[in-house]
């Protein structure tokens, strides 16, 4: 099975320029998830969507930070403008709603932002 | 606020060398406790849930148990291509849904 799969793996910008993320999630999750990881740091999330809603966008800079999901499988970040201070790791997760039991997310391998 | 909190930040250890990562947590109404180990320039790789105290699990030469405050990885004569950085996460009601909360990791090397 594949596993959650995002592109660009690395981006560099300058400061003030667009920038978007894709991710495609593990077939059948319906609950896709956007990670900000700093380095030295364990995963934030900026937020969740489950299907095309998204159920908590609490943590997401609306200011500069946009996402969509519309088709409720891939999903995309974009940051615009971007900053010095967005140089981070985006990574995306997907889970399956299992009743009873505690979702289990699968991140992708993330895509390292550089704001020069 | 759920606080999750890994000790120690990074540990070296020879291999064969037998040791223990700790995570300790704050947490209201704990859904599940996650370990996850994560290599340079890849995402965190799911290893483990424990949901109540007394609870353990094991993994080739890793071993995860679980408390009502914390929880132990333990790592049984490790190998180097066990060097990763190992992350502890909390999944937790927040009202109306769940969070999972990460601790900062802890930095495993292991030499010949």
């Known amino acids: 099975e594949a596993g959650v799969v995002q592109s660009p793996r690395y981006k560099i910008i300058e400061k003030k320029q667009p920038v978007a993320f894709w991710c495609n999630p593990i077939?059948?999750?319906?609950?896709l998830y956007w990670y900000l990881q700093n380095l030295g740091q364990g995963p934030e999330l900026l937020i969740r969507y489950e299907n095309e809603e998204a159920v908590d966008d609490s943590q997401l800079p609306k200011d500069r930070f946009s996402a969509e999901r519309l088709k409720g499988v891939d999903s995309t970040l974009k940051i615009q403008p971007a900053e010095l201070g967005d140089s981070a790791v985006y990574l995306c997760?997907?889970?399956?709603?299992?009743?009873?039991?505690?979702?289990?997310?699968?991140f992708g391998p993330g895509t390292r932002l550089t704001v020069l | 606020e759920d606080q999750v909190t890994q000790s120690p930040e990074a540990l070296r250890l020879q291999e064969g060398e037998s040791s223990s990562l700790n995570c300790s947590y704050t947490v209201s109404g704990l859904r599940g406790l996650f370990w996850y180990r994560q290599d340079p320039g890849k995402g965190p790789e799911f290893l483990f849930t424990?949901?109540?105290a007394g609870e353990e699990k094991e993994k080739e030469r890793l071993k995860a148990t679980l408390t009502k405050k914390e929880s132990f990885l333990h790592i049984t004569a490790p190998k180097p291509e066990d060097s990763a950085t190992y992350l502890c996460a909390v999944l937790a009601y927040t009202g109306t849904a769940s969070k999972l909360t990460f601790g900062t990791g802890t930095r495993l090397q292991v030499t010949l």
């Open positions: 424990l949901y109540s």
């Open positions: 997760a997907s889970s399956k709603r299992t009743s009873g039991s505690a979702d289990t997310q699968y």
């Open positions: 077939s059948g999750h319906n609950t």
